[in-house]
């Protein structure tokens, strides 16, 4: 079995703060990169939100395609509200790919969907925005992941240093 790679693909983003939600989610989650096109994105950068600083431990990278230089292997998943698209509890996840997502005000090309090897989207009324897509993309892998780590270490380790709850059952 290949070894899990997951890179989030931005189309170009016009949001800063939905960027560095992004960029949260693919550090909880534990992306390996994040990928952007377009140019709106970097006009707007020097807003980002990036709370966490994770953009010091997982690359964010400008691209002209987000489908250049990937391995052969990767599998090629967009994430739209799309007719014919598989909705996203229905979804198996590749080992590697490349999910990408539409930006905040129109939708994936159609270039880049036909190339895809998945078309998937979540079923909700109305639309959700860009960093919130991502955070439900990610959590819904690793909820059907075989190797996630449920222990009491994690949850110490990830929290806020302020909260300090106990779950009391007795």
Do not use: W
């Not at 290949?2 to 983003?13: A, E, F, K």
């Not at 539409?102 to 969907?113: F, K, L, N, R």
């Amino acid at each position: 079995m290949n070894q899990s790679h997951v890179i989030i693909g931005l189309t170009n983003p016009k949001s800063p703060t939905n960027v560095g939600g992004v960029m949260r989610a693919a550090g909880c989650y534990q992306a390996d990169s994040v990928r952007y096109s377009g140019e709106r994105y970097d006009r707007a950068a020097k807003f980002q939100t990036d709370t966490k600083s994770v953009t010091q431990s997982i690359p964010l990278v400008a691209v002209d395609s987000l489908l250049n230089e990937l391995d052969e292997d990767t599998a090629i998943v967009c994430v739209e509200l799309a007719v014919g698209a598989t909705p996203l509890p229905e979804f198996t996840h590749p080992e590697k790919a490349i999910y990408i997502f539409g930006p905040e005000d129109g939708s994936i090309a159609q270039e880049v969907a036909d190339k895809a090897h998945h078309v998937v989207y979540v079923p909700t009324i109305g639309c959700m925005n860009l960093a919130a897509s991502v955070n439900v993309l990610l959590y819904d892998r690793l909820a059907k992941s075989q190797t996630v780590d449920v222990s009491e270490e994690l949850i110490v380790s990830s929290r806020d240093c302020r909260n300090k709850l106990e779950v009391n059952r007795g």
